[in-house]
C-alpha cells in the first residue's frame, strides 16, 4: 500500500482527483469504480472544475458503483443512483449508457447481481476503484465479517452503517437494512484502487486497514494484498498510524520516475 499523507483535506482531493484524470487523459475509455458517501462530494467537485476549465471530457469512460440501497427506486433522493445522479453524473459528460450502479430494485436480486460481475468483466475490468472507509474498515458495502473473496450480492447493513448513512434519509428507520454491493473479492480484481479517508473519525478505520492483521473483521484490510493501492490521507485521518514518519519521508523522497 502506498500511504500519502496530504497537508490538508483539499489537497488529498486535489491529489486524487489528479490521479483519475491522468487516467482518463491516457485512456479515454478508462473503467472507473466508483463511490458514494460525504467523501466522494469535494472528489466529484473537483473533477466537475478539471471538466469545465480544462475541458477533459469523460464522454468514452465507463464507470460501475460499488453499492446501492435494496427496495429504493433510483428517483428517491437516498438512493446511490439519485446521489450519483446529483453529485457527477448530470455534470460532467459521461454517457448515462455507460454508468452502471446495482438495481436496488430488482425482483431476482441474484441474477442482477451475476449480471452486475458480468457487466464489469465484458467491459475488461475496473482499471482505478476509488474508494472511502466506513468508520469499522468497511469498503462498499461490505461489513465486518464479509468473506474477503465475495462478490457483487445482497448484504445486511450493521445498525453502526445505518446510523452513519442516515443523513441521506432524515430519520434511521427509513434506512433501509438491505444493499446490494460488489464484493471484497469484487473489488480486489481491479487492477488499481485509491482509498480516499479524512477526518479523525476514519483515524481508527485507516489504522486497522493499514498496519493491522488481514482480517475479514475489516474488509479493506484485505487491500494489504493488492498489488496497487494508495491510501490518501490527511494528517486527522492518518493520526493513528503507527508508521506515519516512514510513510511521508517515503512520499516525499520519491524519485521523479516514480512521481
Ligand atoms: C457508505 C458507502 C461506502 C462509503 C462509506 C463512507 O457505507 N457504501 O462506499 O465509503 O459510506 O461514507 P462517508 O464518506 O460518508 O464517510
Known sequence: MEIIIQPDE?????????KV???VHDRPDAVLGLVTGRTAVPLYKELARIRREEGLSFASVRTFNLDEYVGLPPDHPGSYHAFMKAQLFEIIDLKPANTHIPNGMAKDIARECGEYERQIRECGGI????L????????G????SSSLGSRTRIKTLTEGTRRDNAHAFGKLEDVPRHVITMGVGTIMDARSCMILAFGEAKASAVAKTVEGPVTAMVPASALQFHPDVKVILDPSSAAQLGRKEYYLKAFEDKPDWQK
Not at 472511502?132 to 469498503?139: Q, Y
Not at 458495502?141 to 465486518?144: D, M, V
Open 10 to 18: 483539499r489537497a488529498g482531493y486535489q491529489f486524487a482527483a489528479k
Open 21 to 23: 484524470t491522468a487516467l
Open 127 to 130: 482499471d482505478l476503484q476509488i
Open 132 to 139: 472511502g472507509l466506513g468508520a469499522e474498515g468497511h469498503i
Open 141 to 144: 458495502f461490505n461489513e465486518p
